[in-house]
């Protein structure tokens, strides 16, 4: 496939969206509402977009959450609005995501609504990292009467939502127009900066900074633990994923990216990262990949849809599977996994190993900073009051760094109580005139 094929799934026509919205009982007690975690306006939103008032269906929206295009594609639906819908029951709710997606991209083609922002009078906040996490907080602190300030790693922002999630799941256009749309708020951008090396927490105070909010996800891959795990052809998912996003536009050559064309590829684990590798190793031209996972179907932590268009695209897959050991040559390359299947020791052979198995937050801020502590895991510590507080005054923490990895808009569901709580302090600490 090219290396520039978009997004799969067909995105809803304008009559399509309408009849679709026309659909919604515009229930009294709404369950979809409740099953989204930052609950947001949905039979508001449908309402409006079944009248044609686009433009308040996008302002709806943008009351919960700053990126809609984006909740509108990866969330998992199935699980949240839609699958709380009471036309669920009759197994044909309404396609919330696609109606989201439709008035935001919608508003984006035609420029609908323009926030109206506030003086940049109520504090300084950094924010490091511009995941999900990172760009709710920036882009509700911003409309709340904040200055922020995104310091990112990477040469464009956008993390996980550019540099991890697969083009065909999330175009990159997307993920740009969204993060410029928070940057017309007044958020500055400040990319190609590690905090911990290029300048440290404490620096960043000396800036004049209130608040510092970390939300730099997990960065770290989990290796598993095996024999022959040095051998060359084993690769962590997210470095796969990261190399093709940085292929595709056009930052690096093709040589660079670990899959080649027809190469046997396995993947290890069966959650949405494994589904995404395994999707994108195809997409640049492997000859066959395969999901290995120690136990069966029903244990897989991909979600249903994930898992359904895996099995579409061609991905095979092999379950109760255990991996024993990585089988290399006489050169260190590696050519053969073996595995325990039901009890049986077998050798697959293979060009490739995806591992992705998980992933951890990385140690350069907090080896970087005093006072910042982590629990067993390395997980940041944070408070209940303020909210989202780590064990340093002054510096908060949201998302992936502080929970385990989960989905993108439960980052963005803990940093909107982040957010609160950044808020009340640095409303505290001028009014004490600290």
Same mark, same amino acid.
């Given at each position: 496939?090219?290396?520039?094929?978009?997004?799969d799934?067909t995105?809803l026509?304008?009559?399509? *969206?309408?009849?679709?919205?026309?659909?919604?009982?515009?229930?009294?007690v709404?369950?979809?509402?409740t099953?989204?975690p930052?609950?947001?306006n949905?039979?508001?939103?449908?309402?409006q977009?079944?009248r $044609?008032?686009? $433009?308040?269906?996008?302002s709806?929206? *943008?009351?919960?959450?700053?990126?809609?295009?984006?909740?509108?594609?990866?969330?998992?639906?199935e699980?949240?609005?839609? $699958?709380?819908?009471?036309?669920?029951?009759?197994?044909?709710?309404i396609?919330? $995501?696609?109606?989201?997606?439709?008035v935001?991209?919608?508003?984006?083609?035609?420029?609908?609504?323009?926030?109206?922002?506030?003086?940049?009078?109520?504090?300084?906040?950094?924010?490091?990292?511009?995941?999900?996490?990172?760009?709710?907080?920036?882009?509700d602190?911003?409309?709340?009467g904040f200055?922020?300030?995104?310091?990112?790693?990477e040469n464009?922002?956008?993390?996980?939502?550019?540099?991890?999630?697969?083009?065909?799941?999330?175009?990159?256009?997307v993920?740009?127009?969204?993060?410029?749309?928070i940057?017309?708020?007044?958020?500055?951008f400040?990319?190609?900066?590690?905090?911990?090396?290029?300048?440290?927490?404490?620096?960043?105070f000396?800036?004049?900074?209130?608040a510092?909010?970390?939300?730099?996800?997990?960065?770290?891959?989990?290796e598993l633990?095996?024999p022959?795990k040095?051998?060359?052809?084993?690769?962590?998912?997210?470095?796969?994923?990261r190399?093709? *996003?940085?292929?595709?536009?056009?930052?690096?050559?093709?040589?660079e990216?670990?899959v080649?064309?027809?190469?046997?590829?396995?993947?290890?684990?069966?959650?949405?990262?494994?589904?995404d590798a395994?999707r994108? =190793?195809?997409?640049?031209?492997?000859?066959?990949v395969?999901?290995?996972?120690?136990?069966?179907?029903?244990? @897989?932590?991909?979600?249903?849809?994930?898992?359904?268009?895996?099995?579409?695209?061609?991905?095979?897959f092999?379950w109760?599977?255990?991996?024993?050991?990585? #089988?290399?040559d006489?050169?260190?390359?590696l050519?053969?996994?073996?595995?325990?299947?039901?009890s049986?020791?077998i050798v697959?052979?293979?060009?490739k190993?995806?591992?992705?198995?998980g992933?951890?937050?990385?140690?350069?801020?907090?080896?970087?900073?005093?006072g910042?502590e #982590?629990?067993?895991n390395?997980y940041? @510590?944070?408070?209940?009051?303020?909210y989202?507080?780590t064990?340093?005054?002054?510096?908060?923490a949201?998302?992936d760094?502080?929970?385990?990895?989960?989905?993108?808009?439960? *980052?963005?569901?803990?940093?909107?109580?982040?957010?609160?709580?950044?808020?009340?302090?640095?409303? =505290?600490i001028?009014?004490?005139?600290?």
């Amino acid at each position: 496939m090219n290396k520039n094929e978009q997004y799969d799934a067909t995105p809803l026509t304008m009559q399509e *969206a309408l009849a679709e919205a026309k659909r919604c009982l515009n229930c009294k007690v709404p369950q979809c509402k409740t099953g989204c975690p930052i609950e947001n306006n949905i039979p508001e939103f449908i309402h409006q977009l079944s009248r $044609g008032n686009f $433009g308040e269906a996008r302002s709806l929206l *943008a009351e919960k959450t700053n990126l809609p295009a984006v909740c509108g594609r990866v969330c998992p639906h199935e699980k949240q609005c839609e $699958g709380h819908c009471v036309l669920n029951k009759a197994k044909k709710p309404i396609r919330i $995501g696609k109606l989201e997606q439709f008035v935001a991209d919608f508003d984006a083609d035609m420029g609908l609504i323009r926030e109206k922002i506030p003086p940049k009078t109520r504090g300084n906040v950094a924010v490091i990292g511009s995941g999900p996490a990172g760009l709710t907080v920036a882009g509700d602190l911003s409309m709340m009467g904040f200055n922020v300030t995104v310091y990112e790693s990477e040469n464009e922002p956008g993390g996980v939502l550019l540099y991890g999630i697969p083009e065909f799941r999330l175009p990159k256009d997307v993920v740009r127009r969204e993060t410029k749309r928070i940057a017309e708020l007044g958020v500055q951008f400040i990319n190609n900066t590690i905090i911990g090396k290029d300048i440290t927490i404490d620096q960043l105070f000396e800036k004049g900074f209130d608040a510092i909010f970390i939300g730099t996800g997990t960065a770290i891959s989990r290796e598993l633990n095996i024999p022959g795990k040095d051998l060359v052809g084993v690769i962590q998912s997210h470095y796969f994923l990261r190399m093709v *996003a940085l292929f595709n536009s056009n930052s690096l050559e093709r040589k660079e990216v670990p899959v080649k064309e027809g190469d046997t590829v396995l993947v290890i684990g069966a959650g949405n990262v494994a589904m995404d590798a395994a999707r994108t =190793a195809l997409r640049m031209g492997a000859k066959k990949v395969t999901v290995v996972y120690r136990k069966d179907l029903e244990n @897989i932590s991909a979600e249903k849809a994930e898992y359904e268009s895996a099995v579409a695209d061609g991905v095979k897959f092999m379950w109760n599977s255990s991996p024993v050991q990585y #089988v290399g040559d006489d050169n260190g390359n590696l050519k053969g996994l073996l595995i325990d299947q039901d009890s049986n020791e077998i050798v697959i052979p293979c060009d490739k190993v995806l591992v992705a198995i998980g992933s951890k937050p990385a140690k350069r801020i907090i080896s970087t900073t005093k006072g910042i502590e #982590v629990n067993d895991n390395g997980y940041l @510590i944070t408070k209940d009051k303020p909210y989202g507080m780590t064990t340093l005054n002054g510096v908060f923490a949201g998302g992936d760094v502080v929970h385990q990895p989960a989905t993108v808009v439960l *980052a963005m569901k803990e940093a909107k109580k982040v957010v609160a709580g950044i808020a009340s302090y640095v409303d =505290a600490i001028k009014l004490l005139g600290l």
